[in-house]
Structure formats: C-alpha cells, structure tokens
C-alpha cells in the first residue's frame, strides 16, 4: 500500500513559477512509477508528466513540454513537478499518482494522492 500527500500548490500570476510535492509512504517508493495529472473545472483528468522507477526515463504532455520538469528523491521517497512559465490554462487540481509497474498516460497508476490546487491568473 502506497499513501502520497501532495503539496506546493497555490494562486501565481501567469508566467510564474511552482513546485508540487509529493511524499510518498512505504519502503518501496523507488521501486514505483511516478507520475502526475491534473484535471480542471469541467474536463476530464489528464495526463501532466511520469517517470521509471530508475528516474532515467521521463514523459511529458506536449502542453507542458519545455516548462514543466518532474523529479524524484528517493531518499526522500519524494516526487516533484516545478513547473514554470504558467499559463492560465494550466489551472487545474494536480493529482500525483504512483505504480507498482509503469504509469499510463490514460489511466496512472493504482494510488493517487488527494491533489493540490494550482491556479494561474492572467
């Protein structure tokens, strides 16, 4: 069982900067797939950013391609998203998510933490 807490999120004016967190519970954090997804007033969640267990492969969205990066610590047991040059459209809840095996782009991972809100004002 995997348990992830989120944090980070905020009000920032657009072209800003954030940092998510989320901490992850269990021994066997760096053995799991990572990913996020946000989902905004309306629309459907969506896939954000995910990284491999080793952190040597990373996939991102092609909204967010070039602004956001995702990171892990595993001695930390920590996943991070910064996310910079926000726009607008970037307002949405954030969800980490985490998996035993791969992270899929259409449904995550089998754990989701409870999100943090971001909202970007113009």
């Known amino acids: 069982q995997v348990q992830l807490v989120e944090s980070g999120g905020g009000l920032v004016q657009a072209g800003g900067s954030l940092r998510l967190s989320c901490a992850a519970s269990?021994?066997?954090?760096?053995?799991?797939?990572m990913g996020w997804f946000r989902q905004a007033p309306g629309k459907e969640r969506q896939f954000v950013a995910a990284?491999?267990?080793?952190?040597?492969?990373?996939y991102y969205a092609d909204s967010v391609k070039g602004r956001f990066t995702i990171s892990r610590d595993n001695a930390k047991s920590t996943v991070y998203l910064q996310m910079n040059s926000l726009k607008p459209e970037d307002t949405a809840v954030y969800y980490c998510?985490?998996?035993?095996?791969?992270?899929?782009?259409?449904?995550?991972?089998?754990?989701w933490g409870q999100g943090t809100q971001v909202t970007v004002s113009s």
């Open positions: 998510t985490a998996s035993a095996g791969r992270i899929s782009a259409t449904t995550g991972g089998e754990y």
């Open positions: 990284m491999m267990w080793s952190g040597s492969s990373t």
């Open positions: 269990g021994r066997t954090f760096s053995t799991y797939g």
